[in-house]
């Protein structure tokens, strides 16, 4: 039971990252390909235009981080510990997913109390006046999902591998 939950958990939580990370990505690309051809072609350059991709590279890199998790992308290098025998191979996985969750804590905090700062001296972008929190709050946002992600493929990993051993 506690298998599906998790599997649509994951599955529902990648669907969306998914969506904001593609939408986030083509407005980004379309956003280029309209400055270029309106400073180069046109010869009228958009004064505002680096601030929206500033924004977009933002919301784009962290929630693509999100689904890097939920589709456990990220890079390793197990020369060594696939040396080791079964069971210290299971602890080095094990102490690798309790730093990466520190590490997790660790930064959403951080981002958490950038965007309380942030919020709290109302600074905005130059040309457009959007408020800066709009941009960081995708990293405090994505942050927490990047967590739950981990907990949620974690949960889904230990249940697996107690369900080998049987």
């Not at 958990?9 to 407005?27: K, N």
């Not at 690309?29 to 309106?38: A, P």
């Not at 072609?41 to 958009?46: C, D, L, Q, R, T």
């Not at 405090?140 to 080998?164: D, P, T, W, Y």
């Amino acid at each position: 039971m506690l298998d599906k939950v998790i599997d649509k958990g994951i599955s529902w939580v990648r669907r969306i990252m998914l969506l904001i990370f593609g939408i986030t990505t083509m407005a980004l690309v379309l956003s280029t390909v309209y400055g270029v051809v309106m400073r180069y072609i046109v010869n009228a350059p958009i004064p505002w235009i680096e601030e929206i991709q500033m924004i977009l590279v933002v919301w784009m890199t962290f929630f693509g981080i999100c689904v890097t998790i939920l589709e456990q992308g990220n890079i390793s290098i197990s020369l060594l510990v696939d040396k080791l025998p079964k069971g210290l191979r299971k602890i080095c996985a094990l102490a690798g997913w309790a730093v990466t969750a520190a590490a997790m804590l660790v930064i959403m905090r951080l981002e958490f109390i950038r965007l309380g700062n942030l919020l709290s001296s109302h600074q905005m972008t130059a040309t457009l006046h959007i408020p800066k929190y709009v941009q960081y709050a995708a990293v405090a946002f994505s942050c927490v999902i990047m967590l739950l992600n981990h907990c949620m493929v974690g949960i889904r990993n230990i249940r697996q591998g107690l369900k080998e051993e049987k």
